[in-house]
């Protein structure tokens, strides 16, 4: 039986090459995007960490820093002539007490400001200087106080407020976490999948078969961009339908930029994993590379609040270049061509890593 | 059938490589038959792997020669990937997908061969078809390697101690379907520490030792050449009655004495004069015996012989 089994099967080789057979679905590059994207969504952290965390850190934040309205200041004040001259100020809630009651309720914080009669018809405001609400009031209560006594401006002033969608912190925070988001997911899933590749010598079998390489790698950049529409999809639509976080750049500048982003950070991932042997080894420099970066590149806060010598350094950063295109496009409503300086930074980034990390990478 | 039939499969000549200060494969020669089963036989660190990965074109030798099927790495390193089956040792492979995805993305990687299905129905792992590698056991996990192996419909198969660490039904089985892609006349290069898989599936062995073939012909060319082809083993004595291990040296028949854990092991050319002999100096030393065991010599016993060390000792 055995000495003829094999034989079969060889010799029916040609007749058994259906057509599905040749079919795109058998082509290597296609078999190892599909196994990347196979093992990606078997793996349930990583499915947590690209998808639901940044969707839980935009609901948290947006709701610690969502937009109240103007607050009421609460002060007091001990004679009926003060309080009456304050309350012609609409965002001071004033309440009439004596001294001492007053001075309890300035120091368990119930007032922000006490305003007390001195001599020759002087005002004396106590407040906390380094509390942001105690100064507010004072300015209030200054306010009121000299208009009571007969001030007036020289200078006419008008207010517009700008509590539209794209000037608050959630507007701001949203192209930074999908910034974020596209680092971290390129750089984590590209690193440990190749890193775990080569320590389990799976790396070196599949190198010991006619696998064409570049197909290998070129797999994981495939991959990623499967993922890409569904991870940029969430985090969009989170910010677009909650809160009202608008795109007004094109959606198709938008993918671009994103799927510029996302080969860029995976270039980067593949830099990073290009020789590593242990995922230890290969974690601790990941975030050797991305710790900076969540700090400086804007995530959460203005990148301009660092010292200006910092500023091209900071700049030069992918991460950087990347959230400042995506505030750009979602914020601003900039096409390609405004954010070209971004785009180049990026482009360069993509250009270096894939090439050294070519060049350096073990296959064993 | 191969059409490489009665030629070469394999040549290696003065194959030398180093890591740092160690010299894992120190000027090796290997010649295959197409159609043989060569099997590299060695304890841990005598270089097979080495020389198996130079021969697969996976590492590069610091000197000398490889041909694997009329061909060298330097130029036809594609070519010669679609006709070679390779298993390596301790590849672990991606335990999320199944057995089948497994299997159908090496496929992919092939112009020639069977389909998925039918070369996992070869190695027996049908029912564990969409099972996950990581739920299969260990000898499950091998067929699966040596499915992939396969998978190509090579002519040359390389198989790096693929039943080490295997329970003996498991190994078996593995040694079966190597049975079959053999007799199907295509050539297999196999390492292994295990004496017993060498003598079952291998035509020639090379017995490797410090990077170096210190013998080599079939299993029995080289258990024949020991000089002795029954081995008699047997404890005796007590601390009150020691016995004299050098008066068995002068029985008759008796080619090499050594003794080992307690336990004296004599190479004799013939048991039926040897056996009598030996009871009847035991019975003039007044040494009772405790233990009496014969086998046939094995290949354990020509490497013991050749080096006085174990194959599977350190």
Redesign the interface.
């Known amino acids: 039986m ?2 003829n ?3 079969a ?2 010799a ?2 040609g007749e ?1 090459k259906s057509p599905r ?1 040749n079919s795109l679905a ?3 590059l ?3 995007t ?2 990347r994207f ?2 990606f969504i ?2 349930p952290e990583a499915l947590f960490w690209v998808f639901v965390f940044p969707v839980l850190l935009a609901a948290g934040l947006g709701i610690a820093f969502r937009n109240r309205p103007p607050e009421v200041l609460t002060i007091a004040a001990v004679t009926p002539e003060l309080a009456q001259s304050l309350r012609q100020e609409k965002l001071l809630a004033v309440e009439q007490l004596d001294l001492q009651a007053a001075q309890e309720a300035l120091r368990t914080g119930k007032v922000a400001l006490l305003a007390v009669p001195g001599s020759g018809g002087a005002v004396e405001y106590r407040y906390d200087d380094t509390n942001p609400e105690g100064r507010a009031a004072r300015l209030l209560a200054d306010r009121a106080i000299q208009r009571a006594a007969g001030r007036v401006d020289p200078v006419a002033t008008t207010d517009q407020l700008m509590r539209e969608a794209g000037s608050r912190y959630i507007d701001f925070l949203i192209p930074g976490l999908l910034g974020m988001n596209l680092m971290g997911s390129a750089i984590w899933s590209m690193g440990f999948a190749i890193v775990d ?1 080569r320590r ?3 790396l ?2 599949l ?5 064409p390489r570049a197909y290998y790698l070129l797999s994981f950049l495939l991959s990623r961009i499967l993922l890409l529409v569904v991870e940029v999809g969430v985090l969009v639509g989170f910010g677009a339908l909650l809160f009202h976080v608008p795109v007004r750049g094109s959606l198709f500048d938008l993918g671009v930029v994103c799927l510029l982003s996302s080969l860029s950070f995976s270039a980067l991932g593949l830099l990073l994993a290009s020789r590593a042997r242990t995922i230890e080894a290969a974690s601790g420099l990941m975030n050797v590379v991305m710790m900076p970066m969540w700090i400086a590149s804007g995530v959460f806060f203005s990148s301009q609040k660092f010292p200006d010598v910092m500023q091209p350094v900071i700049k030069a950063l992918p991460l950087t270049a990347v959230i400042d295109a995506l505030r750009a496009n979602m914020l601003q409503g900039s096409n390609l061509a405004q954010m070209a300086p971004q785009v180049g930074i990026i482009a360069f980034w993509l250009l270096v890593c894939f090439a050294l990390a070519l060049r350096i990478f073990r296959w ?1 | 059938m191969p059409e490489v039939a009665s030629k070469s499969a394999l040549s290696a000549r003065l194959l030398r490589k180093a890591y740092k200060d160690v010299v894992a494969v120190d000027g090796l020669n290997l010649e295959l038959q197409a159609g043989e089963c060569f099997g590299l036989l060695g304890p841990n660190g005598a270089g097979k792997t080495t020389t198996v990965e130079i021969c697969e074109g996976l590492t590069q030798a610091d000197s000398g020669e490889v041909e694997v099927l009329g061909r060298r790495w330097s130029s036809d390193a594609a070519q010669l990937r679609q006709r070679l089956g390779i298993q390596l040792q301790d590849t672990q492979l991606s335990e999320k997908l199944t057995v089948h995805e497994t299997v159908r993305l090496f496929r992919s990687f092939f112009r020639q061969g069977a389909e998925a299905s039918e070369v996992i129905a070869r190695v027996q792992l049908e029912e564990k078809q969409n099972s996950r590698v990581g739920d299969l056991s260990g000898g499950q996990k091998q067929r699966l390697a040596l499915a992939c192996a396969l998978v190509g419909d090579p002519d040359f198969l390389f198989l790096d101690e693929p039943t080490t660490g295997l329970d003996p039904q498991a190994r078996r089985q593995l040694w079966d379907l190597i049975e079959e892609f053999k007799a199907s006349g295509r050539t297999i290069l196999l390492t292994t520490h295990y004496m017993d898989e060498a003598e079952r599936l291998c035509d020639r062995v090379a017995i490797m030792d410090h990077g170096k073939v210190i013998a080599l012909g079939t299993p029995r060319e080289l258990i024949a050449s020991t000089c002795a082809e029954q081995m008699v083993e047997f404890t005796a004595g007590s601390v009150s009655h020691a016995l004299d291990v050098q008066a068995l040296r002068r029985i008759a028949g008796v080619r090499e004495v050594r003794t080992e854990n307690g336990a004296v092991l004599l190479q004799v050319a013939e048991l039926h004069t040897s056996v009598p002999a030996l009871l009847a100096e035991l019975t003039r030393q007044n040494v009772p015996l405790t233990e009496l065991r014969t086998h046939s010599a094995t290949l354990e016993d020509v490497f013991v012989t050749l080096t006085g060390r174990h194959l599977r000792d350190e």
Do not use: C, F
Not at chain 1, 207 to 211: G, L
């Open positions: 055995s000495d089994t094999i034989p099967v060889r029916g080789v058994k057979e058998n082509h290597p296609v078999q190892l599909l196994v196979l093992e078997r793996e590749a389990k010598k799976l070196k079998r190198v010991a078969s006619p696998m064993r």
